[in-house]
């Protein structure tokens, strides 16, 4: 059965229909979503329930997954998911200025996940266990749209430039108290340098840039994050953005080479939110 796409009314991102928990995950299959996936940048199944097992197996079909920082939320049985939730291991809600809180918090900046790695990653699956009445949707934004229509003063600003991304910087600006990384963790995630315009296989451009930038690399530091902010604002206006509501037992993909995404604020101390999170590791430098 050929996957079909239903494009959002933004033209971006499509929801996917014949993917079901029984279908077997062959080369057929992989090339569909692969091809759906670099068309719409955000891929969405809803209303079919996912174990872990199939979610690692879902993620392990695009290629190797990565094991993310932050140890103590990677899942007991699978450490390739990532737990992003507000339920603590006794079953309570966490308090707003608990460092698990704040580190959920700190996802509300828009960012792209794993730019902080030399090789970034290819995508990331989120799936939906359990979610807030209000709030806690996620949004997305079009970076291939945004450069495309990104003014020309500040083309000319972004063009030959590279970014300085580092996962220790944008950890230590979240928006509270976390308990310290290790020396040995921290030694893992080294800054590293990716050109501000990234030129996809296809020939395609976009921005890539987000939540995990510390610098311009060989600008004033800060007239360049002064800059950054300005592309940042610019490039997330309501007209590059899709806005997901999310529901029990929905799976989005998203590209992470071509797009940014944040949590929208809910009640965190107060309304449940269980996600599980597979991040498909990069095989190519940013250039």
């Given at each position: 059965?050929?996957?079909?796409?239903?494009?959002?009314d933004n033209?971006f991102?499509?929801?996917?229909?014949?993917?079901?928990e029984g279908r077997?995950?062959?080369?057929?299959?992989?090339?569909e979503l692969?091809?759906?996936?670099?068309e719409h940048?955000v891929?969405?199944?809803?209303?079919?329930?996912i174990?872990p097992?199939?979610?690692?197996?879902?993620?392990?079909?695009?290629?190797e997954?990565e094991i993310?920082p932050?140890?103590d939320?990677?899942?007991?049985?699978?450490?390739?998911?990532f737990?992003l939730?507000?339920?603590?291991?006794?079953?309570?809600?966490?308090?707003?200025?608990?460092?698990?809180?704040?580190?959920?918090r700190?996802?509300?900046?828009?960012?792209?996940d794993?730019?902080?790695r030399?090789v970034?990653?290819?995508?990331?699956?989120?799936?939906a266990v359990?979610?807030p009445d209000?709030g806690?949707?996620?949004?997305?934004?079009?970076?291939?749209a945004?450069?495309?229509?990104?003014p020309?003063?500040?083309?000319?600003?972004v063009?030959?430039?590279?970014?300085?991304h580092?996962?220790v910087?944008?950890?230590a600006?979240?928006p509270?108290?976390?308990?310290p990384?290790?020396?040995?963790?921290?030694?893992?995630?080294?800054p590293?340098?990716?050109?501000w315009v990234?030129?996809h296989?296809?020939?395609r451009q976009?921005l890539?840039?987000?939540g995990h930038?510390?610098?311009?690399?060989?600008m004033?530091?800060?007239?360049?994050?002064?800059?950054?902010?300005?592309?940042l604002?610019?490039?997330?206006k309501?007209?590059?953005?899709?806005e997901?509501h999310?529901?029990e037992?929905?799976?989005?993909i998203?590209d992470?080479?071509?797009?940014?995404?944040?949590?929208r604020?809910?009640?965190?101390?107060?309304?449940?939110r269980?996600?599980?999170r597979?991040?498909?590791?990069g095989?190519?430098?940013v250039?």
């Amino acid at each position: 059965m050929t996957l079909k796409f239903e494009q959002f009314d933004n033209h971006f991102g499509a929801r996917i229909h014949g993917l079901h928990e029984g279908r077997i995950i062959d080369e057929q299959l992989v090339t569909e979503l692969a091809a759906g996936l670099t068309e719409h940048g955000v891929l969405l199944m809803r209303g079919e329930e996912i174990s872990p097992n199939r979610l690692v197996e879902l993620g392990r079909a695009f290629g190797e997954l990565e094991i993310l920082p932050e140890p103590d939320k990677r899942h007991p049985d699978h450490p390739e998911i990532f737990d992003l939730t507000n339920v603590r291991k006794d079953g309570a809600v966490v308090d707003f200025e608990e460092p698990q809180a704040v580190f959920l918090r700190g996802t509300e900046r828009w960012h792209t996940d794993s730019s902080f790695r030399k090789v970034p990653c290819l995508c990331t699956m989120l799936y939906a266990v359990e979610v807030p009445d209000a709030g806690g949707e996620t949004q997305f934004a079009n970076m291939y749209a945004a450069l495309e229509q990104l003014p020309d003063d500040l083309r000319e600003g972004v063009n030959g430039k590279r970014l300085i991304h580092s996962y220790v910087y944008s950890r230590a600006n979240n928006p509270g108290r976390m308990d310290p990384m290790s020396p040995e963790e921290e030694a893992k995630y080294p800054p590293v340098s990716h050109p501000w315009v990234r030129t996809h296989q296809d020939g395609r451009q976009s921005l890539y840039m987000g939540g995990h930038v510390s610098h311009v690399e060989g600008m004033d530091l800060d007239q360049g994050r002064e800059l950054v902010e300005q592309v940042l604002v610019a490039a997330t206006k309501s007209e590059f953005v899709y806005e997901h509501h999310w529901a029990e037992h929905d799976l989005v993909i998203w590209d992470n080479r071509s797009t940014l995404h944040r949590l929208r604020p809910y009640e965190i101390s107060a309304r449940r939110r269980i996600m599980r999170r597979v991040t498909v590791a990069g095989v190519d430098p940013v250039r």
